[in-house]
């Protein structure tokens, strides 16, 4: 039998449902006798249980701290107590930003095997895989962990379909471990007033980029967007050029268009951060002058042509 540790998130005092992914990863290679423990830690961790109760976890953890901040510190500490009690295989956790903060210095601390961004977890003669992407997105790379007892791997979010169902994990009651923190909590950013646009929530959106030539050029397309009932995108360098607001721009460091399903993408190259935050659509559109545009790679269907006389086109059966 073989335990899997998974740290699960709070942010302010509100559950982080990534974790709930990488509990889907760590179910994707839970095998029948395997235990699959929970941990979160906060002021009021009993109060994250019920999101933790789910098909696939044993146990839930629940860490009580002296606040709800984020202390990279005290889950180096929490990971290396459980690891020490508990002699996890694998300890997984969302990539993003409080697992970067933590993830690598505790594994490399430790001696753990370590891979960040991981989309698919498998074990081969009895040995774990991770596969994660390189070379820009350009390839996937298997990994494997020769000689290592335990394995830390930050798992993709939008990869994994969070885990579900219903759950009767046991409770464990635990105080967060004393260690001497070295960063403090300043506050948190205020969201940035997105004036309702709302990317992620879409589930049809339309995108522009630099192929739109010039800001007058952009009204058209909004107004288009509208009339599909879609949700205008666009690349960085439109939000970048105040063409748009940011809250439009999608990729990554823009939005992660996370509902959508019918993405059309115009006048845009397709470069690893655009991908990024649309690439898992499952129909993408793609118009572009140029043949060998990168968005044609995961286009399910392209068009080569001018995106002003496809918008006419399109315009025309209204
Ligand atoms: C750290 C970092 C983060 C980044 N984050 C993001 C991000 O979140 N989102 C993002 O989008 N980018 C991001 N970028 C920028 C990214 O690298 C690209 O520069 C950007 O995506 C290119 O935008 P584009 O496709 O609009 O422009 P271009 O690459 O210039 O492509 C324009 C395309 O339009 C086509 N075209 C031209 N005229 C027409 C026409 N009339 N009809 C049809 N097609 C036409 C061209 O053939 C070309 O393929 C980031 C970069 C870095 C370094």
Not at 182 to 197: F, L, Q, Y
Request: with cysteine.
């Amino acid at each position: 039998m073989a335990e899997i540790l998974v740290i699960a998130e709070q942010r302010d005092g509100a559950f982080r449902s990534a974790s709930l992914e990488a509990i889907a990863a760590a179910n994707s290679v839970k095998g029948e006798d395997d235990r699959l423990a929970v941990a979160i830690i906060g002021a009021d961790p009993n109060a994250f249980v019920s999101d933790l109760s789910v098909e696939g976890v044993d146990e839930v953890i629940a860490i009580k701290a002296g606040s709800n901040d984020f202390q990279p510190d005290l889950v180096e500490a929490v990971v290396a107590t459980l690891a020490e009690a508990r002699k996890p295989a694998l300890i997984a956790a969302a990539h993003g930003v409080d697992a970067w903060s933590y993830a690598p210095t505790v594994a490399a601390k430790l001696g753990f095997g370590f891979a960040s961004d991981v989309q698919a977890l498998r074990y081969e003669d009895g040995q774990l895989v991770a596969t994660r992407a390189g070379y820009a997105e350009k390839v996937l790379v298997d990994l494997d962990f020769p000689g290592k007892e335990v394995v830390l791997v930050t798992i993709r979010t939008n990869v994994f379909d969070p885990a579900g169902g219903v759950g009767a994990p046991t409770v464990t009651a635990m105080d967060a471990p004393a260690c001497e923190v070295s960063t403090t909590h300043v506050g948190w950013k205020e969201p940035e007033d997105a004036g309702g646009i709302d990317i992620p929530g879409s589930d049809f959106i339309l995108s522009i980029g630099r192929g739109v030539g010039d800001e007058s050029n952009v009204e058209q397309f909004l107004e288009m967007a509208d009339q599909l009932g879609a949700t205008l995108g666009c690349s960085r360098p439109i939000a970048d050029n105040g063409w748009l607001p940011k809250a439009r721009q999608v990729g990554q460091s823009g939005q992660l268009a996370a509902n959508c399903r019918l993405y059309i993408a115009m006048g845009v190259s397709g470069s690893v951060q655009h991908q990024w935050g649309m690439k898992h659509v499952e129909t993408i559109v793609a118009v572009n002058t140029d043949p060998e545009a990168s968005i044609f790679s995961i286009a399910r269907y392209g068009v080569v042509g001018d995106m002003f006389e496809i918008a006419e086109e399109l315009e025309n059966h209204f």
